[in-house]
């Protein structure tokens, strides 16, 4: 089954009222996801694979005007993190960089929802393509993907 219809069987299972939309353009990006959706970078749920020393992944849900906070970051994790490779990224959700969301992924791992998201009504998460995303209130993503909240990141 390819990623678009696993994420929509997946999201049809979860919440039927979540529904894909799919672009001609790439979106790939916060930025070109931003330009196809017409709204703001920071409305752009991007989702960061990061893996500690021991090799154990955790995923970041953020909007795409933020950055992760070193500092912030050692609330969930007692071990310093990296961004796994395009390779891991692949291996662990299933999905290419580019297209990662936060849902139906291929091997389960924590995810991590930050406050940065709880500043708008709703966010725009990719599904599972560089030409996909999906409209969510972050009670929806809460729901959806079973994350815990948390504030890991500095905003502009």
Do not use: H
């Not at 990623?3 to 069987?9: G, Y």
């Amino acid at each position: 089954m390819c990623a678009i219809e696993k994420v929509k069987q997946f999201l049809y299972s979860k919440d039927p009222t979540v529904k894909v939309i799919e672009f001609e353009q790439d979106t790939s990006t916060s930025y070109l996801a931003a330009q196809a959706l017409g709204t703001e970078v920071a409305q752009i749920a991007k989702s960061i694979l990061l893996k500690d020393k021991k090799g154990a992944y955790l995923l970041i849900v953020s909007t795409g005007d933020a950055r992760i906070d070193n500092k912030k970051i050692k609330q969930i994790s007692s071990t310093r993190l990296r961004m796994a490779s395009a390779d891991e990224v692949l291996e662990v959700t299933g999905f290419p960089i580019g297209g990662v969301c936060p849902f139906a992924l291929k091997s389960q791992v924590p995810i991590y929802l930050d406050d940065s998201l709880r500043r708008f009504p709703v966010v725009y998460a990719a599904a599972g393509t560089a030409n996909t995303a999906v409209p969510v209130s972050f009670e929806q993503l809460t729901a959806i993907t079973g994350g815990s909240w948390c504030d890991v990141t500095m905003v502009p």
